[in-house]
C-alpha cells in the first residue's frame, strides 16, 4: 500500500521551523492546526496549507476562516501548538 504524503516522513513539518514563520499579512505568530495540515493566523482570520511539508504562506492560497471555526482554534484546550 503506497503512503500518502501525511505518512511519509520527507514530508513531516519541522515544528521547530514553524516557530519561526509568522502571518505574512500580520507579523503575527501562527497556530497549526489539529491535523497539521495548515497553519492558522488568528488575527487575519486565514489558513495558509501546509503541502508536502512546505507551508504556502501565499495570500492567493490562504482561505478565509469564519467566526465558528476561529473560535473553536482560540478556545482548544491547552495553548495553541506554536503560540507562547
Not at 509568522?22 to 501546509?50: G, Q, W
Not at 504556502?56 to 482548544?76: M, P
Request: glycine letters at 4%; charged letters at 30%; proline letters at 10%.
Amino acid at each position: 500500500m503506497p503512503l500518502t504524503d501525511a505518512d511519509d516522513p520527507r514530508y513531516v513539518v519541522d515544528v521547530k521551523m514553524l516557530e519561526m514563520l509568522v502571518c505574512p499579512l500580520t507579523k503575527t505568530r501562527l497556530t497549526l492546526n489539529d491535523t497539521h495540515d495548515e497553519l492558522i493566523s488568528v488575527a487575519a482570520h486565514l489558513a495558509f496549507p501546509i503541502v508536502k511539508g512546505v507551508p504556502l504562506l501565499i495570500l492567493d492560497e490562504a482561505r478565509t476562516i469564519d467566526g465558528e471555526e476561529l473560535d473553536a482554534i482560540t478556545r482548544r484546550p491547552g495553548p495553541p501548538v506554536l503560540e507562547r
